[in-house]
């Protein structure tokens, strides 16, 4: 079982940079496919980026698509790094694993490991 931590959340001003991790405990994170999402206050869950273990499949929405960054630092840890933020990227951001069997649609992939969140607020 992996245990997931997420770290790097904060106040930032619009247009400013934040850098998340999302570090494992347990085992480490080879072999799994490696997502990040985000859910405002009143929204629906939103998947923001994900990654295959190879790193040859990489997911991003529209809403970040040029501005966030996920990245694989090491065999424990992966990465959001997020520019130019925006008011509307406020929410709390979690990260999500699950094994890489090989033949998926990584922007349809389900994920069943999950860390606690860590909040992003983006000021005007």
């Known amino acids: 079982q992996v245990q997931l931590v997420e770290s790097g959340g904060g106040l930032v001003q619009a247009g400013g940079s934040l850098r998340l991790s999302c570090t494992a405990s347990?085992?480490?994170?080879?072999?799994?496919?490696m997502g990040w999402f985000r859910q405002a206050p009143g929204k629906e869950r939103e998947y923001v980026a994900g990654?295959?273990?190879?790193?040859?499949?990489i997911y991003y929405a529209d809403s970040v698509q040029g501005r966030f960054t996920i990245s694989r630092e090491n065999a424990n840890t992966v990465s959001l790094q997020m520019n130019n933020l925006k008011p509307e990227d406020t929410a709390v951001y979690y990260c999500?694993?699950?094994?890489?069997?090989?033949?998926?649609?990584?922007?349809?992939?389900?994920?069943?490991?999950w860390g606690q969140g860590t909040q992003v607020t983006v000021s005007s």
């Open positions: 999500a694993a699950t094994w890489d069997g090989g033949v998926y649609v990584i922007k349809h992939i389900e994920y069943n490991h």
């Open positions: 990654i295959s273990w190879r790193g040859h499949k």
């Open positions: 347990g085992r480490t994170l080879s072999g799994y496919v």
